[in-house]
């Protein structure tokens, strides 16, 4: 935590000096967006923080229990990594792809009836993540451009092989490791002679019910549906 505490710093102090940024390449009249716009494709890394949590629909099984009276996902927060390829598909859309890694950290918490007790388990993933987006760009005022995009998003969780498997029979909820989730954000290009730095936020929502059911749990039969949804806040650095 102590790490993601600094991250964070990062990156808003980093926001905060976009401005300076920005007003010192047009005092210089420099157009460093007219190389760029040349180029077909160019590549990049990325670096990520993300606030992620469940999205959980009780069973009908849950009005009529009387062990347990909420059950409900508690965000937690990771770190993204990932490589960037862009295509240029015209002087304002673009075709992105960022395969990468992403770590997380979600909980599930709950209450026992009449407040009796309390149960929270973590369930930290590291994700594989394969994005696919659009991206729609303003045109550029200056060297600066603002932009939004959608896509799809498939990601693998591999912490569910090995010595995780067996702790999962301890877990409250069991998850699959596949996801499929849909993407949209907006952001910022700031071009400078040898790359484009790009502030991003950007929100993630699972369409694919990723609950497995669990026979030996009781909670499973409390919840009829568990959905990703992540917020993530992204440095691209492009070039």
Do not use: W
């Amino acid at each position: 935590m102590r790490y993601l505490h600094s991250f964070q710093k990062v990156i808003l102090i980093t926001l905060m000096l976009i401005p300076c940024l920005g007003h010192t390449q047009h005092s210089k009249g420099n157009y460093n967006f007219r190389e760029f716009q040349s180029k077909a494709y160019y590549f990049g890394l990325t670096f990520g923080y993300n606030r992620s949590n469940f999205q959980i629909a009780q069973s009908q099984n849950f009005i009529r229990n009387d062990s347990f009276s909420v059950v409900k996902g508690v965000a937690g927060s990771g770190l993204n990594v990932s490589m960037l390829a862009n295509m240029k598909l015209g002087d304002n859309f673009d075709f992105r792809f960022l395969p990468g890694f992403s770590f997380v950290d979600r909980k599930v918490n709950v209450i026992e009836a009449n407040g009796t007790g309390e149960q929270t388990r973590d369930i930290e993933s590291v994700l594989v993540q394969m994005p696919l987006q659009i991206r729609f760009k303003s045109d550029p005022f200056h060297d600066m451009r603002v932009y939004v995009m959608g896509g799809v998003k498939y990601s693998y969780d591999v912490a569910t092989n090995a010595r995780i498997r067996k702790e999962q029979a301890e877990r409250l909820i069991l998850i699959s490791p596949h996801d499929f989730s849909i993407e949209v954000g907006g952001g910022f290009q700031f071009f400078f002679p040898f790359f484009i730095f790009s502030p991003e936020i950007k929100y993630s929502q699972g369409f694919g019910n990723i609950l497995i059911y669990n026979g030996k749990q009781e909670t499973t039969h409390l919840v009829e549906k568990l959905l990703s949804r992540t917020f993530t806040i992204s440095l691209h650095f492009e070039g």
